[in-house]
């Protein structure tokens, strides 16, 4: 049994029971079902309080269901049975009401909640709309204009926000059941308020749909769900209940066979997977009860807020008491930042500054059980960060770098106890962005790396394993997306062409934009490092612009020109001289949208395809997330790799192929088929 009934007086209470999330299972479908018969037959009953077990009331439709046929009672089939009950109905909820399970929450006469819950239809962000009538219930709940907001974005609303727009109905201190009972009997005395299906839609203005729908657009780019989630919420204003409901349902089941539901789908199950890698099943991680930094610069005081952030108290090491005080400076900007986005009150700001101390001294890190060196990528500078923490730690402390090109093994070497030294590669700023790349060395303990993987899901973080080599998993990739753009200018397409197409394709910003927000600068660097190596490094136009100090934004101009204090890219003539003077060689030719993002992101593919057969990366999942997390690849593809697999590895090779032929690329790697999934992602039939 998945639902139990107890009862308090004439106050039944229905106790859901299915962890990890009590997602509503056929099983715990049916049992509700039976429930709302067993309680509307029974006379000594006067209201039912419907409350979860575990950590959490219904997290929403049971996705593991999703593949399988159908199995009634369907879910709408199931709200309609609570909301016309013959008893009303008062959820209690603790943790998350989301999707399915918020559906649930919607149909019962009341919802009340403690404080740390949240209430949300997340569906868009599997790709689909709410099935079980959430566009329709939620208007007449909350009007159009807030319902819009929930169900196109898909965002959470906490409790106390969740009372004040009228979501939900009370807010509980204390035991949650003893809060509902009381409720629930306060509630029975008085005239109840109609059910949602009999309530109206509030009117809104007549250019809210069309001014909505182009935010809505706007905001979603190329995402589907998001649009249709608002025509449903307009149906159900402009249409009565039975109308909105078959509407909303034929949407749902519409998207949910979509390739962007599939691809959502698969990053949820990706995302969820990542922090417990099978390899490392059964290896226990070291505890983390403290941290330190070592360098307080922009990384560093990233990282220091992240570790806050997760509640550990931090030491930041610097090399003299200057240097101390702008890394607790930089700590300071970014907690004021989050304050001032409204992320944290004064008082949390204040705690997670006061948790940090400041100092020059390595002693003070005997006790400590991590240690994240965020310095100068320079080699010898972190063999002797290193060489002192190995003396000065613990045997058992966690010692790791977070270089993003060196290699960790010779930043290691000669160390004392080796086992315990990884690298984290954290990506900035440190405490936003949410991947992880980890990187064990020939002499990692599994303990060490589980501890890697621990810490991730301590800090919110998406971990994923990387082999060692140039750029690891990510910044390797970013190599080829680079010298493809600027192989894509030598051959007559232009900065803001290539853009656009990338932008089109579904990236936030396109590679050369997105250069010049960060800085040229930090890439010649390295390009700078790698020729010291006796490398050769493609990138023969942004050399130039860093010869001319163009570093970007920051300078004035980069790939674009920038009037002062305005971020809008405009068309720079000296670039555009440079780009001429450069391609002088190269055959130039028309480009059109999908043939400049052909020769990006297939030659990306090419270079994943290698650091799959080279084992950087273990899961062709793996690099999905690090393209999602780490570089704003679109989510609803998938990832990198999620749409290589779409598109069709052979029709991949072939455009390699002609690419290659024209020096535009390089040829497809052997094994370029090889990059079978370690498991299967169902793809949904129908269920629910
Ligand atoms: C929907 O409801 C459609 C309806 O409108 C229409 C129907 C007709 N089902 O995230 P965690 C598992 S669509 C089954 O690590 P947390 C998860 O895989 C759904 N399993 O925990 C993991 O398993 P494992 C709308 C689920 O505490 C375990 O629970 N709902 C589901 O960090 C723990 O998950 C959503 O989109 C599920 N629905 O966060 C909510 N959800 O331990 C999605 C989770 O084996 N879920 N699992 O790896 C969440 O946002 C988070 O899981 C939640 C808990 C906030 C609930």
Known sequence: MTVTIERNGDIAIVTIDNPPVNALSQAVRQDLWNAAETLDADPSVRAVVLICDGRTFIAGADVNEFGKPPMPPHLPDLVARIETAAKPWVAAIHGSALGGGFEVALGCRFRIAVPSASVGLPEVRLGIVPGAGGTVRLPRLIGPALATEMVTTGTP???????????????????????????????????????????????????????????????????????????????????????????????????????????????????????????????????????????????????????????????????????????????????????????????????????????????????????????????????????????????????????????????????????????????????????????????????????????????????????????????????????????????????????????????????????????????????????????????PIAERLCALERFGQKSGGGWYDYAKGDRTPRHSDIVADIIAGEARETPQREWDEASIIDCIVLPMVNEATKILNEKVALRAEDIDLVEIHGYGFPRWRGGLMHYAEGRGLAEIAARLDEFAANGLAEPPCNHFENIGREREIPLEKGSN
């Open 157 to 539: 609303v906490a409790a106390q926000k969740a009372r004040s727009q009228g979501l939900i109905d009370a807010v509980v201190e204390g035991d949650l059941e003893k809060g509902a009972i009381d409720f629930a009997r306060s509630a029975i005395d008085q005239s109840l308020p109609l059910p949602l299906r009999q309530r109206g839609v509030p009117a809104v203005d007549a250019t809210f749909w069309e001014t909505t729908s182009k935010a809505v657009a706007t905001r979603a780019r190329r995402e589907d769900a998001p649009l249709r989630a608002l025509a449903c919420v307009r149906k159900a204003a402009e249409a009565d209940f039975e109308t909105a409901m078959a509407f909303e349902r034929q949407t749902f089941l519409e998207l949910r066979g979509s390739p962007q539901a599939a691809a959502l789908r698969h990053v949820f199950f990706t995302e969820r997977a990542a922090p417990r890698p099978p390899e490392l099943a059964g290896v226990e991680p070291r505890k983390i009860r403290s941290a330190a930094v070592i360098g307080g610069g922009t990384m560093g005081a990233g990282i220091a807020a992240a570790l806050r952030d997760a509640g550990l108290p931090v030491t930041l090491v610097e090399r003299d008491e200057a240097a101390v005080e702008r890394g607790l400076s930089n700590l300071r900007s970014i907690f004021e930042g989050s304050l001032k986005r409204g992320k944290i009150s004064p008082d949390v700001a204040a705690e997670r500054l006061a948790g940090v101390t400041g100092t020059t001294d390595y002693s003070q890190l005997s006790a400590t059980d991590l240690v994240i060196e965020a310095v100068f990528e320079d080699l010898d500078v972190k063999r002797e960060v290193f060489s002192r923490l190995s003396t000065v730690c613990r045997a058992d402390a966690v010692l790791a770098t977070n270089t993003s090109y060196l290699n960790p093994e010779q930043i290691a070497a000669g160390i004392r106890h080796p086992e315990r030294f990884l690298g984290l590669h954290f990506f900035s700023p440190a405490h936003v962005m949410k991947l992880l790349e980890i990187v064990p060395t020939a002499h990692t303990a599994p303990a060490t790396l589980a501890t890697g993987f621990a810490l991730a899901r301590m800090l919110n973080k998406i971990p994923v394993r990387a082999g060692i080599c140039d750029g690891f998993i990510g910044n390797r990739i970013l190599k080829v997306t680079r010298a493809q753009a600027e192989r894509l200018l030598l051959a007559g397409a232009t900065p803001q062409a290539v853009d656009a197409a990338m932008r089109s394709f579904g990236l936030p910003m396109g590679p050369f934009e997105a250069q010049d927000l960060g800085g040229l600068d930090i890439a010649a660097f390295q390009r700078k490092a790698a020729r010291a190596r006796g490398e050769t490094p493609f990138a």
